[in-house]
């Protein structure tokens, strides 16, 4: 009976650690292909959002979080990309994945902005605290030169 209750522990041990995981990080970039505009005439490029979560055990011991996105080509990340016994989901972290984001689509301008962050503390029994931190914007067309506005007119 004992090596049962060890081996029930130890299979609900990896399943919660699997949920957490699974569950960790999400980055997402939505190309345009619309010609309407907004803020006076900016031409959006694309839309960005990005969610990174961490989780704490009695809402102080980290247990595991997601991690930034920095690499890769595809406009959209929600592999497995945890960090154990970690709490990584912080607005810096999210810009960095913004950063990221507008390296890819070619630009360095963004409009509406926003950051949310938020704790669920009604989680598992009130025994793991769910922080996430949520980042969305518009990526804009960049700027044209100034020679080449001059030399249009």
Known sequence: MNTMRKTFAAAALAAFAFALTGCSSYSEIARWRSTNTINDGEVPLASF???NFSY????CVPLS???PWTE?????KDDFDVK???DEATIDNNL???NHAMDLVGSRRISQLKVTEDDSKAWSLFLVNRHEVRTSCLILRPEE???SQAAGK
């Open 65 to 67: 979080t997601g991690l």
């Open 84 to 86: 154990f016994f970690a």
């Open 72 to 76: 890769g080509t595809e406009d959209i």
């Open 145 to 147: 030169p100034k020679d």
């Open 49 to 51: 959002v990005t969610q």
């Open 96 to 98: 960095v994945s913004l």
């Open 56 to 59: 704490k055990l009695l809402w």
